[in-house]
């Protein structure tokens, strides 16, 4: 007979996964923006701060937010995306190829004269479903995303792939490319 003895990890292990999966949530939060940002500007000195005190606003910083908001000329919003189905046209390897196939189905109808008629309208409906198999096979996607510029403007930007902007994003646009700006 063997006996199992059930042990338990040390408590140092359980510290470690705990912090672990502490540490993770946290990254996850800040990373969703749930947790602001703690970047500061550099060259940018603390006050002490005490009881009572008013935060003032130096020439300097007033000058120096004015810059900010000059500089930034592509910064936006995001306005809308949505997706663009744009369906293929036919051509003539849809239609040929489903008269072929609809004429050789007709063709195993009938006898006499209706296996002749079946095989015309085999043909007929045959093309008319390959042309629609070709354009349905064909169709192309694309994905239109709206930005407004902080001076009132708005630019539509075209991708062929899925983006994940939502409305309300903050967004820059750098050479034509649609960036974060947070």
Not at 75 to 91: H, L
Request: proline letters at 5%.
């Amino acid at each position: 007979m063997t006996s199992q003895i059930n042990k338990s990890p040390p408590p140092l292990m359980w510290i470690a996964g705990i912090a672990i999966i502490l540490f993770s949530i946290v990254g996850i939060a800040a990373f969703i923006g749930w947790i602001p940002s703690s970047i500061g500007n550099p060259g940018e000195k603390a006050e002490p701060s005490s009881p009572g005190a008013k935060a003032r606003t130096t020439p300097t910083q007033v000058a120096g937010n004015t810059h900010a908001k000059a500089i930034c000329a592509e910064c936006g919003v995001i306005q809308s995306t949505r997706e663009i189905v744009q369906p293929g046209d036919g051509g003539a390897v849809g239609i040929v190829g489903g008269a072929v196939v609809g004429g050789l189905l007709g063709n195993q109808v009938g006898g006499g004269r209706g296996k002749d008629v079946a095989t015309v309208a085999g043909a007929v409906g045959g093309a008319i479903v390959g042309n629609e198999i070709e354009k349905r096979v064909d169709t192309t996607k694309r994905y239109e995303t709206v930005v407004r510029f902080n001076d009132g403007t708005s630019r539509v930007f075209t991708e062929t792939k899925p983006t994940s902007w939502r409305a309300g994003d903050r967004v820059k646009v750098v050479n034509g490319v649609i960036h974060s700006n947070n």
